[in-house]
């Protein structure tokens, strides 16, 4: 039997972006923010000698899935909100970082120095439409490294992040977080256990802000089995 689980990002704090700075090849400042109504990932070269780099985090809390277990599929489930330049085309690298049980960062250096997985995966941006969830590339063998971890346990933590691999024309693309609402925020979808059989769906977030109409408005963890 296999298991699909449902994880949505639960805090301000679990998701956001970074702007790396280089001035003529060389470091030059970087900003964090995980307030933003968006993530980004993408690459800006003004033509001057500074380039920028956007890098996204994305944390996903209490994952129920013992260490060891056999990983079938995962993705992420991202709902897109624009784009600057032209981001069709272009290449996004997934990885995450390679922890036992990944913390919120809290400043850019969290981001751009985490140890990531040996394992990440390519997704090239497709045409999409603004307010509309998108499937990111598989990122299976990432998320079974983490799982194959040694100090991995139940209910820890990952956090998976997205920077860009299309060093190539200016373009970023956009992706709405958790401070947009929890019915705009990004998912990690996995499906584990064996690889035949009856399956079951299990939504996993907890809600700390004003929710949807389906949802309570007080902090719960809502897993809701056989849908």
């Not at 307030?35 to 809390?61: A, C, H, I, P």
């Not at 059989?197 to 309570?216: C, H, L, M, R, W």
């Amino acid at each position: 039997m296999s298991t699909e689980i449902i994880e949505v990002i639960a805090a301000s704090s679990d998701d956001g972006f970074v702007r790396q700075e280089f001035m003529y090849g060389s470091p030059s400042s970087n900003a964090f923010t995980s307030t933003n109504d968006e993530m980004k990932v993408g690459y800006e070269d003004d033509g001057f000698g500074l380039t920028q780099y956007f890098w996204s985090f994305l944390r996903f809390t209490t994952i129920d899935i013992a260490q060891g277990e056999n990983i079938i599929s995962a993705y992420l489930q991202m709902k897109y909100s624009g784009y600057e330049s032209s981001s069709v085309g272009k290449t996004v690298k997934i990885s995450a970082e390679a922890v036992d049980d990944a913390s919120a960062p809290t400043n850019a250096s969290d981001v751009i120095n985490a140890t990531l997985t040996t394992s990440n995966s390519t997704w090239t941006i497709p045409t999409m439409s603004s307010g509309t969830y998108y499937d990111s590339a598989d990122i299976t063998s990432t998320i079974q490294e983490i799982v194959n971890r040694a100090g991995w346990v139940a209910d820890n933590d990952m956090n998976i992040i997205l920077h860009d691999s299309s060093t190539s024309g200016n373009w970023y693309a956009r992706w709405w977080s958790h401070n947009k609402g929890v019915s705009h925020a990004p998912k990690l979808v996995i499906n584990y256990g064996a690889a035949s059989g009856d399956s079951e769906t299990v939504y996993n977030t907890v809600i700390k802000s004003a929710q949807p109409a389906a949802f309570s408005p007080i902090d719960t963890c809502i897993a809701e089995g056989n849908r």
